[in-house]
């Protein structure tokens, strides 16, 4: 089992690049979500989906997309990359609220990512 | 909308010495989920403890323990004599159980800890 886990670990793009961040979970978690973690500060949301087929934007979703075709994987797309998007990108997943899970989020390694 | 601030930005003790870490949220909900995890060095994110605002119990694990009072909407976080490998950022997380929340958490902004031996 081997939870959640992200690829690159790191990666350096120029201005104006595309890439994935690639995102799997194999604990049949219903729900993920996307954040952010600028230097210095705490976790912001980008998105999330409660399943597939369903995303939805958090706090801040300008400059990404996300597709959720199955309920293991959850990419996260950078079409135009900034430098404003310099971060270390965490994926998490859940289980239902329903589940009794009590909304405990379990993470991702991790993918630092520089815009230059 | 939720809030959570972590005061202290950076704390620095000395091994063995207590440390307490305070979380103040903010919430219209009045059912919720207080969490924190902890961050070492190398940057994994790790679940360490999660209460229901309905259990205001305290907690101890070990030398950790958490103090939940709702009257003052705080959740703090205490280890007693502090090791080295404490020395991590930790953060403390709101999620509130509205129906259309969907699990998402807010995070405060993280206080780091240094343990010096």
């Known amino acids: ?116 | 909308a939720q809030k959570v601030t972590q005061a202290q930005t950076e704390i620095s003790v000395v091994e063995k010495e207590d440390v307490t870490l305070d979380c103040v949220y903010e919430t219209r909900d009045t059912t919720y989920y207080l969490f924190w995890y902890k961050q070492p060095p190398s940057g994994e994110l790790v679940f360490l403890i999660r209460r229901n605002s309905f259990d205001e119990q305290n907690e101890i694990s070990g030398r950790y323990s958490w103090n939940f009072q709702k009257s003052t909407s705080s959740f703090n976080f205490t280890i007693t004599a502090s090791q080295v490998v404490d020395s991590a950022v930790y953060f403390c997380a709101l999620s509130e159980q509205a129906s259309t929340n969907a699990g998402k958490s807010t995070f405060g902004d993280g206080t780091t800890l240094t343990v010096k031996p």
């Not at chain 1, 369903?54 to 900034?82: H, M, W």
């Open chain 1, 1 to 116: 089992n081997a939870g959640v886990t992200q690829t690159p670990k790191f990666r350096i793009l120029k201005i104006g690049q595309s890439m994935t961040l690639q995102c799997t979970q194999d604990m049949n978690h219903n729900y993920m979500y996307w954040y952010r973690q600028d230097p210095g500060m705490g976790l912001k949301l980008i998105y999330y989906s409660v399943g597939a087929g369903i995303t939805d934007k958090g706090e801040v979703p300008n400059g990404y997309n996300v597709s959720r075709s199955t309920t293991e994987d959850f990419p996260l797309r950078l079409e135009l990359a900034a430098p404003s998007q310099t971060s270390v990108y965490f994926c998490a997943s859940s289980l239902p609220r329903t589940s009794g899970s009590g909304d405990t989020q379990y993470f991702g390694p991790g993918t630092r990512l520089t815009v230059l």
